[in-house]
């Protein structure tokens, strides 16, 4: 939203997304990565180009996206992660962020994709509560995602931070 301003909006439920398909086109490629073009009256400045988000179109017209179901997210921070039912669904880093943003003192999460489930890495200034932390996440995921399998979650605390080259947080560690 930075480059086009806002490109869509949900109306009662996180999937129903409606396009603002006058402002702009949003199209899918092979592989379900969302590009955007923007659309007006004005030459400069056109914005085209790859999200880099995958996203489960719901309605088209023709190759541009009406109604989106859901955005996953980034392919390079998405998570394979366990239901209930032994199923694998695909849910972006960011979920998580989501949650674990409101627990105080924890300023950084990491993951970990493990064969079976994820590890969540969190740096604190404190000496953490995991079981309150997780009870508090399990909470917020059942919200959202009432068969995740929670189980399948793993909280660790560590003391360092992990940064990729040009200097950000890394999102996912290798195991």
């Not at 409101?102 to 509560?129: A, H, P, R, V």
């Not at 932390?133 to 399948?152: G, L, Q, R």
């Amino acid at each position: 939203m930075a480059e086009t301003g806002a490109i869509a909006y949900s109306y009662k439920e996180t999937n129903n997304i409606k396009v603002f398909w006058d402002s702009v086109i949003l199209t899918t490629d092979s592989n379900r990565v969302l590009h955007i073009t923007t659309i007006s009256d004005k030459i400069f400045p056109l914005f085209n180009y790859t999200s880099e988000d995958i996203a489960e179109v719901k309605e088209r017209y023709k190759s541009s996206i009406l109604l989106l179901s859901k955005i996953i997210g980034k392919q390079r921070n998405v998570l394979s992660v366990p239901f209930k039912d032994k199923s694998i669904q695909k849910i972006s880093t960011i979920f998580f962020d989501h949650v674990m943003k409101f627990y105080k003192n924890i300023y950084s999460i990491y993951y970990k994709q493990k064969e079976y489930g994820i590890e969540i890495l969190l740096t604190s200034n404190i000496q953490l509560d995991l079981d309150d932390v997780k009870s508090y996440m399990d909470n917020e995921i059942t919200k959202e995602f009432s068969e995740m399998d929670t189980n399948a979650i793993q909280l660790i605390q560590i003391n360092k931070e992990h940064k990729t080259i040009a200097g950000k947080n890394k999102t996912l560690l290798k195991t």
